[in-house]
Structures are given as structure tokens and as C-alpha cells.
């Protein structure tokens, strides 16, 4: 279910990173190698990108297949970025479709994606949604799993916990719930947080220049790590470390 990638690093364009890769997200929209759940992702894409000088990301999404939207492949080739989430979606029964359901979500300077599903959405969910003020259930961006994913983890955010933190404290209350498959993206331009629960997740920082966190390998270079399923990774294009989720 879906596909991502987030990047940090020297300039780049939008195109470089998304679709002149030869397995990059414009391929893994309709081949994605590694893939174990469902076979294309053509229910959306979008982008969010870090300008310099800008104090807020920019972002674009729209509803149909990366590859049909002429207007993104002009954008792609001269929009230059220091910092970036893309995203490929593919829709869970029973979410909402359109735009405002297609990741990165944005507060501020984060942005976020989710790559899985939560079993028994909506229905059997209940007492989970119940973690967030009605405010701010009233405040999330679209009626999807994914952007339930992302209204707990921005609660956290906003009470202070630290991207790392709050991405693990999500991923232990959703296990307590349902068996969900949580591969989530954090990124604030400077800084990735990223989990591997329940589907694949790899990062390369070496050789470089740049720091790429992915679904899955965008090319057949070396230098591409494997994270291990249930583990948080805590990134910066200098540094990057790994630790075990509890189950």
C-alpha cells in the first residue's frame, strides 16, 4: 500500500529525485520491485519540498497517476530543493478519495506520509480516534486511515515529544488497536523520522551527497540499507541511526 521517499542533501531538482531514478517513484507508481501489498499506486501523488529562504513548505497532490500529469513533469524539471517527501498512493477500502487524501500532510514545517493500513477502519477504531481532542479530529485533512495516522502523531508533536518519540508512541498505541502496517515518513527540511513496521524500508547516505529514505531502492547503486521491520530511523544527511520498536 503505497510507496514514498524523502530526501536530504545538496540541491537537487523535484525530477532528479522522483523520476529520472529508473525505480523511482514515477516507476513504483506502476512497478513497484518490492511492493508486498497490493500492485500499483495510482490513487494520488504528491510532493512537499523545503525553498530556501521559505519559511514553510511548498506542496503538490493531486488524485490521479504520477505519471499523468503533465503540469508536475514541467514543475519536476526545474523546481530545486534542499529537502523533499513524495509520495505514491494507494487507496485503502473505504477511504476517502481526492486531493485532501493524498500525502505529505503538512503542519507547519513537517510534513508526513504513510505507507500501510489500519484493519477494521473506520469502524473498529473508535477508541483509538477517541486519543484526539474533537477539535482536532474535527481538524484532520481528510476521512482516511492514513490522516487518522497523522492527526495522533501531530498531537504528540504539538504537546512537545520530539519526532522520533512521537512516532513510536503512535505506532505502540495503533498495535494495542489492530495489527497495522505503519512505514511512516517525518521530515521538518533538516531532519527524517521514519519507521519500518510491516512493509519494506531502506536508506542510502552512502556514497552520497544526500540522504534518501525509500519504500524502496530508487536504482541498483550500492550504498542501500535495509531496515529491519519494527525499527525507527533517525536521520540527518551526516548522521543516521537505528533503533528497535518494541512489538
Same mark, same amino acid.
Given at each position: ?7 536530504? /542533501? ?5 525530477? #532528479? ?35 530556501? /529562504? ?9 488524485? /490521479? ?19 523533499? @517527501? ?39 477504531? /473508535? ?37 522520533? #518519540?512521537? @512516532? ?47 519504500? !524502496? ?9 535495509? @531496515? ?9 544527511? !551526516? ?9
Amino acid at each position: 500500500m503505497c510507496r514514498h521517499l524523502a530526501y536530504l /542533501g545538496p540541491e537537487v531538482t523535484l525530477g #532528479e529525485m522522483l523520476v529520472e531514478p529508473p525505480y523511482g517513484l514515477g516507476r513504483q507508481a506502476w512497478a513497484p520491485r518490492l511492493q508486498q501489498y497490493g500492485t500499483v499506486n495510482v490513487d494520488g501523488f504528491g510532493v512537499g519540498w523545503y525553498a530556501d /529562504g521559505a519559511e514553510l513548505p511548498a506542496r503538490y497532490r493531486r488524485a /490521479g497517476p504520477l505519471w499523468a500529469d503533465e503540469n508536475f513533469a514541467d514543475l519536476a524539471r526545474v523546481v530545486r530543493t534542499r529537502a523533499l @517527501l513524495g509520495h505514491v498512493r494507494s487507496a485503502t477500502a473505504g477511504c476517502a478519495a481526492g486531493e485532501a487524501a493524498v500525502a505529505p500532510f503538512t503542519a507547519g514545517r513537517w510534513l508526513f506520509s504513510h505507507n500501510g493500513v489500519l484493519p477494521g477502519w473506520p469502524e473498529r477504531l /473508535g477508541a483509538l480516534a477517541a486519543g484526539l481532542p474533537p477539535a482536532e479530529l474535527l481538524d484532520l485533512p481528510a476521512r482516511t486511515d492514513s490522516a487518522l495516522v497523522w492527526g495522533l502523531v501531530h498531537h504528540r508533536l504539538r504537546a512537545g515529544a520530539g519526532p522520533g #518519540e512521537a @512516532l513510536a508512541e503512535v505506532c505502540a498505541e495503533i498495535a494495542k488497536h489492530t495489527d497495522a502496517r505503519l512505514n511512516l515518513l517525518l521530515i521538518d527540511g533538516s531532519s527524517i523520522a521514519a519507521t519500518a513496521w510491516g512493509d519494506t524500508l531502506c536508506y542510502r547516505a552512502e556514497p552520497g551527497p544526500g540522504l534518501v529514505v525509500a519504500s !524502496e531502492p530508487s536504482d541498483d547503486a550500492p550504498g542501500w540499507r535495509h @531496515l529491519p521491520d519494527r525499527s525507527l530511523l533517525l536521520a540527518t544527511a !551526516e548522521r543516521q541511526t537505528v533503533r528497535t520498536l518494541l512489538p
